[in-house]
Each structure stands twice: as C-alpha cells, then as structure tokens.
C-alpha cells in the first residue's frame, strides 16, 4: 500500500490566517492526489483533485500543489466555516488510500 | 446531479454478516465514467477505504478486510451492496459509499459522497 502521511495532525489558526497542510507519500504517485474536507458530522467533501485542480464551486481560498511525493494544500484567509478535518487520498494505485487527517480550529 | 444513500441495519451481532446498500439517483452503476466504493470510519478515526465496484462488476477491495467484504451491483434497482462477513467490535463505524470519478489509465477522485450510515457491531 501507498502510505500517506499529513501533517500537522492538528491546527488552531486565526480567522484571516494562511494555512498549509502537507502530504507525503511513502513513493512517488505524480499528480494523483486529492483533498476532501470534512465538517463535524458531515460526509466527506472533495475540494482538490489531481493535485491542483480546484473542484467546482470549493471558494478559490483552497489551492493545492505538488507532485511526485510532497503535496500541499493550503487555505488562504482561513474562514470560520473552515473549521473540520481535511484529508489526502492518492488515486495513484489501485488500493486506495487516505492520510490520517488534519484537524483545522480557529483560535 | 448524482446522489447517493445508504442503507442498511444500524446494529449487527458479533461473528454475523453485515449488508448495506446504497442506491444511486441521478445517473447509472453501469456508467463507465465511474466505479462505486465503499469507505469507513470509525468513530473519531480516519476514512479507510473498503473497495470498489466497477460498471462492468469487477471489483477491488482493500487486503486489510481478509476477503470478508464482498461488493455487488444491481442494475435494475440502480443500487451496489456491501456484504461483510464475520464482524467483529472493530468493524463498528459510519460507512459511506462513494462515486470515484475515473480518468482515462488512472483512478480517480470520490464525488459525492452519501451521508453515512452508522453501524454498531454488539451482542
């Protein structure tokens, strides 16, 4: 399996903030990664897939980047209705798998 | 728009088989742009991902489930399935089914997702 690692685990930021996740993945998967993120009891939404492609309607705050191993996706002006856990998830291989997430609150 | 639900009972004893389906409005299983997945998470957990199912039913499934799950499709319904067998405390989670979005060579990207249904494995 392809190991994806996200970090920080955790995050407490203020509203207005630039916010940076990271994800590396255990071997190069090109492009294929996605970001999905994930409200208080809501299903998972995906924001970014491809590596850098914005999903449509997902507020242009939300930008990613990155290739081979190292990804990033990072939130711009961090907004209250920010607050939630946001995910990796490579569709490189055909066994999927996801990072362990990160965990964004607002200060 | 594609929409997805799950369904299925919320409570499954110890060592029994696990069924959920969920039914797909919107758009087709059998729609060769997509593959059909199921995905986990245990409370307060990360997401792990079960399987998938393409249009044409094969199928993949994560090599951490031991070959209990089983994921099967139903045209005229419009609906895929899970089947878990042999459950135990550690299969209780929300699970979701998905649509991941293929690209030609390559996988893809899941959109949209279903709410989630809860499932509680106890005697």
């Known amino acids: 399996d392809i190991l994806l690692t996200q970090s920080p685990s955790s995050l407490s930021a203020s509203v207005g903030d630039t916010v940076t996740i990271t994800c590396r993945a255990s071997q190069s998967i090109s492009s294929d990664l996605n970001w999905y993120q994930q409200k208080p009891g809501k299903a998972p939404k995906l924001l970014i897939f491809g590596a850098s492609t914005l999903q449509s309607g997902v507020p242009s705050r939300f930008s990613g980047s990155g290739s081979g191993a190292g990804f990033t996706l990072t939130v711009s002006s961090l907004q209250p209705e920010d607050v939630g856990t946001y995910y990796c998830q490579q569709s490189y291989n055909v066994l999927v798998t996801f990072g362990q997430g990160t965990k964004v609150e607002i200060k | 728009q594609v929409q997805l639900q799950e369904s299925g009972p919320g409570l499954v004893k110890p060592s029994q088989t696990l069924f959920l389906t969920c039914t797909v409005s919107?758009?087709?299983?059998?729609?060769?742009?997509?593959?059909w997945s199921w995905i986990r998470q245990p409370a307060g957990k990360g997401l792990q991902w079960i399987g998938r199912?393409?249009?044409?039913?094969?199928?993949n499934y994560s090599p951490s489930l031991k070959g209990r799950a089983t994921i099967s499709g139903d045209t005229s319904r419009n609906q895929f399935s899970l089947e878990l067998r042999s459950v135990t405390a550690a299969d209780t989670a929300l699970y979701y089914c998905?649509?991941?979005?293929?690209?030609?060579?390559?996988?893809?990207?899941?959109?949209?997702w279903g709410q989630g249904t809860l499932v509680t494995v106890s005697s």
């Open positions: 199912m393409f249009s044409n039913r094969k199928t």
């Open positions: 998905a649509a991941e979005h293929v690209v030609p060579d390559a996988f893809g990207w899941f959109d949209p």
């Open positions: 919107g758009g087709s299983i059998d729609n060769g742009d997509s593959t």
